[in-house]
């Protein structure tokens, strides 16, 4: 199909090739993008996909459309107690416990689309490397200082427990399982050497005693003054996002920081972590055998996960004159972010590019509850999978809900009524419409509008203030982005599609002007066509998946963002195949949802539990609506009387999957003439309701 597109500097996005490292260039805007390393002892749900990967991916997308140099790295957090105490529950030794999460984190990010430059893991030896040398030079600097302090020890084990490796009664409430450093029942921190009656995790028979033990320590203290004053300018120069260090006012109000910062530890009794490098000095004896504590390696695994992406890491890291680095995380990560390794920073003496903007967010909760992995409540890992809901939908609706300034809730319901009222009845219906009108009209090719190459008048005689209207919500998405308020900036590509629907009824885009106005009706085609273009730019971010199926309708590579609507769609253009970028979701699977992601709670009876035919199968007749819940019914009251299960949430979702294939191919199979090419379309189809099918019987088999 012939391609004609204008041909302009910056309009077309560039692309990285295949293997091509990306790195800063004096004179460019160059971005480094890190989203919170998530810890790789558990699966992630969706509030921690929102709250650090999916919208750190949005703003990285959003940068590469605006063909800025950008770095999005991440990875698995892989070191510290936790992983220990959940290897041993799993019977894994913490690398096998850690190659397995790992791998459940990247095939999860890979289904949400989620396009890091590198994804890595903190358990490698550049990591060691980079995380002991920095640790050398607080040694060096000063700002290491040893303190001794009572720990519990284990007998029958020979050594020292962190934390989480002792359990025991809470002196406050009197529970008996609190752990070492927390008792969940009252809630209270606590000190492991105050539990009474304190047992060993790893063997509860083993004895449990108090002895002294030395650690090292980082002097927070010692560096306040310069940390205070790197937040005070950061924040205002980065115009963070509201958190609990600094308020809007640019006024300090961390606790930590109001009663003054205390030396805190550094290394750990532990064997699976970064070793303690071995220095000089009485002060360092007996730290040898020791590791480094997570929370001091933790974000080190930001530019060590980097130096395994490229040789050249430190133009990233040593680079703050050319370098802006923009840091996603949840807001229980902000102390760490903006107190602690910026301390670790200063103190490492050398020039570091530190943050730029921070980006957190409040806590998604689950359908008025929280999620809870120990009661399997919530959706968590790729389990989204299972509902048959697009990847696109999952993110368009967690960045519309994204909690910025409050916790928000997740809803079954708000999901649905998004995907059908927004993305469907709003988004796809205008990109269909446009297109189906040029297919069926003029052939699949773009007519002469009479519109020269390039920026749109907002002085146009007919289109003065369609074009003005769209020109100023592209300055507003584009403020928007730039400022990270991600939410708004999805806002406003919804009003900007919004404006095209709006702009085909006003001009009556229709057969009859096509006859009557001809010209004025190829001009109409042609303005909308090319909003849809840019379009696609702006949908990039939030779903990718939806812009390549947007551009091989329009048979066009992607495109960058640009300030003003223009004509870089050209008269003779040659547009690919319409077809539906979403699908309809009834209403009522939202209670089969609900109830699959509910968590561990009695089941209700089968009758109950039991879907309605007619709630998966959209479009059916009456007859067969009865029809399909009669059989439904039946089903049911077999379940009821003992015998076969209800439909699991994937068998109903497989049922309309398949529904709307058999759809597909009786539309196809009623169409005139039966040419070859749609004898062969008609056969592609029918294979893929086959496979459907035959994937609906492997689902009712293993439910």
């Not at 504590?293 to 430190?314: H, L, M, Q, R």
């Not at 972010?337 to 943050?355: A, E």
């Not at 998946?545 to 551009?551: F, R, Y």
């Amino acid at each position: 199909m012939a391609q004609k597109i204008r041909d302009a500097k910056g309009l077309l996005r560039s692309v990285p090739k295949p293997g091509e490292k990306i790195t800063p260039a004096e004179g460019e805007r160059n971005v480094l993008i890190t989203s919170a390393l998530p810890y790789c002892n558990n699966v992630p749900h969706l509030g921690n996909i929102i709250g650090s990967t999916l919208s750190a991916d949005v703003f990285a997308r959003y940068n590469r459309t605006r063909n800025w140099r950008t770095l999005y790295i991440c990875g698995t957090d892989e070191y510290g107690t936790a992983t220990e105490t959940q290897a041993l529950k799993e019977g894994l030794t913490p690398r096998q416990l850690c190659d397995k999460y790992n791998a459940t984190h990247v095939e999860t990010y890979k289904w949400f689309e989620l396009q890091f430059d590198y994804f890595g893991r903190t358990s490698t030896p550049l990591h060691t490397e980079i995380a002991q040398e920095i640790y050398m030079n607080l040694a060096k600097n000063g700002f290491l200082e040893r303190l001794e302090k009572e720990q519990t020890f284990c007998e029958g084990c020979s050594k020292f427990l962190a934390d989480r490796f002792v359990e025991g009664t809470c002196p406050h409430c009197g529970s008996d399982d609190a752990r070492g450093d927390q008792c969940d029942v009252c809630g209270r921190t606590l000190d492991a050497v105050d539990l009474i009656n304190p047992r060993c995790l790893i063997d509860k028979s083993h004895k449990v005693a108090t002895r002294t033990t030395a650690h090292m320590y980082l002097k927070l203290d010692a560096l306040q003054p310069r940390t205070e004053e790197w937040i005070k300018k950061s924040w205002k120069e980065g115009r963070w996002s509201p958190n609990a260090v600094v308020n809007a006012d640019g006024e300090l109000i961390d606790a930590r920081l109001k009663a003054g910062l205390r030396p805190t530890p550094v290394t750990r009794d532990l064997s699976w972590g970064v070793p303690v490098p071995r220095l000089e000095g009485k002060e360092h004896e007996g730290m040898e055998n020791k590791v480094l504590y997570v929370w001091f390696d933790a974000c080190i695994g930001y530019p060590s996960i980097t130096a395994n992406y490229t040789p050249e890491w430190k133009q990233w890291w040593f680079n703050e004159q050319n370098v802006r680095l923009y840091q996603f995380m949840g807001k229980d990560n902000v102390y760490f972010h903006t107190i602690y390794f910026p301390s670790v920073q200063i103190g490492d003496g050398r020039p570091w590019t530190m943050l730029h903007h921070l980006s957190t967010t409040e806590y998604l909760n689950y359908e008025g509850g929280k999620f809870s992995k120990s009661h399997n409540r919530g959706v968590f890992g790729p389990a989204a999978r299972e509902t048959g809901i697009p990847p696109s939908v999952w993110r368009y609706y967690l960045i519309s809900a994204r909690p910025e300034t409050a916790d928000s809730m997740f809803s079954w319901a708000d999901l649905i009524a998004a995907n059908n009222n927004v993305l469907l009845k709003n988004f796809g219906n205008f990109v269909n419409r446009a297109l189906k009108f040029v297919v069926a009209q003029y052939d699949g090719i773009i007519p002469d509008g009479g519109d020269a190459p390039g920026p749109l008048s907002p002085n146009d005689e007919h289109d003065a203030e369609f074009i003005s209207d769209i020109n100023i919500l592209l300055k507003e998405y584009i403020d928007a982005m730039d400022a990270v308020k991600l939410r708004l900036g999805l806002h406003t590509v919804m009003a900007v599609s919004a404006r095209g629907n709006l702009y085909l009824q006003s001009s009556g885009l229709n057969k009859a002007l096509m006859a009557e106005k001809p010209k004025r009706c190829a001009q109409v085609v042609s303005r909308a066509l090319n909003l849809i273009y840019l379009l696609t730019a702006l949908v990039h971010p939030f779903m990718p998946a939806t812009e390549a199926a947007m551009l091989e309708q329009l048979n066009a590579p992607p495109r960058a963002v640009s300030e003003v609507l223009s004509n870089d769609l050209l008269a003779g253009h040659s547009v690919g195949k319409p077809d539906h970028l979403f699908k309809p979701i009834d209403e009522k699977m939202a209670d089969v949802f609900r109830e699959k992601f509910g968590g561990n709670k009695p089941k209700e009876d089968a009758l109950a539990q039991a879907a309605d035919a007619t709630h998966v199968v959209p479009g059916m007749s009456k007859r067969k609506a009865a029809a399909a819940k009669r059989a439904a019914d039946k089903n049911a009251a077999t379940a009821a009387a003992g015998g076969e299960q209800p439909k699991s949430a994937e068998v109903l979702a497989w049922e309309q999957k398949v529904a709307e294939q058999g759809e597909v191919v009786r539309e196809l199979k009623a169409k005139t003439p039966k040419t070859p090419e749609l004898e062969q379309e008609i056969s592609q189809e029918v294979e893929k309701l086959k496979k459907l099918k035959a994937e609906l019987a492997e689902l009712a088999k293993s439910a």
